[in-house]
């Protein structure tokens, strides 16, 4: 069973495009909501993360826009960039608590020039 | 990330043999995670630990064990390796006063 559901599972976005990755999450009860950021050959590396007090956390073209009453978070990437082609992963905690994570399926992000 | 190191990188095996993957970490963590990658299937958590003597089986641990030796070390072993257990293996730590996860680089294991 998926906990959070990641959509789109690839995209293809021109330079200086904005770049947009949803997740859907169904436990009521996470808390926090991370992204991680993977390049080919290297583990994921935690990019960016937003807690539900607040809506939006922005952290330099990076964003996180989160809709508590909808159960979806997403990633905007402004003014993207070649060197941002990876894969995204979005996460929720399995048991309310940031310690276990579920991972979405991943969404392959390429930036072409 | 040099703070946390997993060998092998890569390894090719044959159905049926035991496989040790060893995860060791810098970080000064109480907390180790090993998941598995799988295009389409993103990252999966197979067993987690919050210190040296607490184990626990995450969503995917059939066919595979874990060994915590110390607090910097954590093991996953497959008992009998099978070829649907090819997939990327990452350990992850994290410290008990963070909610960030530390990635290894990954160990790509091909059973065949």
């Known amino acids: 069973q998926q906990q959070v559901k990641q959509s789109p599972q690839s995209l293809i976005v021109q330079k200086g495009g904005i770049s947009i990755i949803n997740c859907a999450y169904e436990?009521?009860?996470?808390?926090?909501f991370p992204w991680y950021q993977q390049f080919p050959g290297k583990g994921p590396a935690l990019l960016i993360a937003?807690?539900?007090?607040?809506s939006e956390k922005k952290e330099g073209r990076f964003t996180i826009s989160f809709n508590k009453s909808a159960k979806q978070f997403s990633l905007h990437i402004m003014d993207s960039q070649p060197g941002d082609s990876a894969t995204y992963f979005c996460?929720?905690?399995?048991?309310?608590?940031?310690?276990?994570?579920?991972f979405g399926t991943g969404t392959r992000l390429q930036v072409t020039l | 990330d040099a703070d946390v190191t997993q060998t092998p990188r890569n390894r090719i095996t044959k159905t049926g043999k035991r496989i040790m993957l060893e995860c060791s970490q810098t970080?000064?963590?109480?907390?180790m995670y090993w998941y598995r990658q799988d295009p389409g299937l993103g990252l999966r958590l197979i067993y987690y630990?919050?210190?040296?003597?607490?184990?626990n089986k995450g969503e995917i641990s059939d066919g595979y064990s874990v060994s915590r030796q110390a607090q910097a070390k954590f093991s996953l072993s497959l008992e009998s390796a099978i070829p649907n257990q090819t997939a990327l293996y990452f350990c992850?730590?994290?410290?008990?006063?963070?909610?960030?996860?530390?990635f290894g680089p990954g160990t790509r294991l091909t059973v065949l």
């Open positions: 996460a929720g905690p399995v048991t309310g608590t940031a310690s276990k994570l579920t």
């Open positions: 436990n009521t009860a996470f808390d926090y």
């Open positions: 937003i807690r539900p007090d607040v």
């Open positions: 970080k000064g963590h109480d907390r």
């Open positions: 630990s919050f210190d040296v003597k607490d184990i």
């Open positions: 992850a730590t994290e410290g008990a006063q963070t909610d960030t996860q530390y």
